[in-house]
């Protein structure tokens, strides 16, 4: 019913910016909050920024003053600006989103995951 798609990674190399942007689409009645994660090889899953949906954002000091969270709720759209990218950066980064949908048996809230899209940051 939902589906989650993150697009913009790539290659760049350090000290450089890219924008990730994570589309929400289906029978969506709302979004409550949507996250950031990343996870490289042989590393746990980080979370690494939250957004409410008010706007409201929270960061993980690694990224705190380079990574900036955003959403348009019209688009059922999520972002993510990367700026000042070091090699340690690198990973597979993922969209989370907690959305309420309209059932046969009232609203209720999934959690739903993106399938991922690869950052690669070269030193």
């Known amino acids: 019913q939902v589906q989650l798609v993150e697009s913009g990674g790539g290659l760049v190399q350090a000290g450089g910016s890219l924008r990730l942007t994570c589309a929400a689409s289906g029978s969506i009645f709302s979004i409550n909050g949507m996250d950031w994660y990343r996870q490289a090889p042989g590393k746990q899953r980080e979370l690494v920024a939250t957004?409410?949906?008010?706007?409201?954002?929270n960061y993980a000091d690694s990224v705190k003053g380079r990574f900036t969270a955003s959403r348009d709720n019209a688009k059922n759209t999520l972002y993510l600006q990367m700026n000042s990218l070091k090699p340690e950066d690198t990973a597979v980064y993922l969209c989370?989103?907690?959305?309420?949908?309209?059932?046969?048996?009232?609203?209720?809230?999934?959690?739903?995951w993106g399938q991922g899209t690869q950052v690669t940051v070269s030193s």
């Open positions: 989370h989103a907690e959305i309420q949908q309209r059932t046969e048996w009232g609203i209720k809230s999934y959690s739903y």
């Open positions: 957004i409410t949906s008010g706007g409201n954002t």
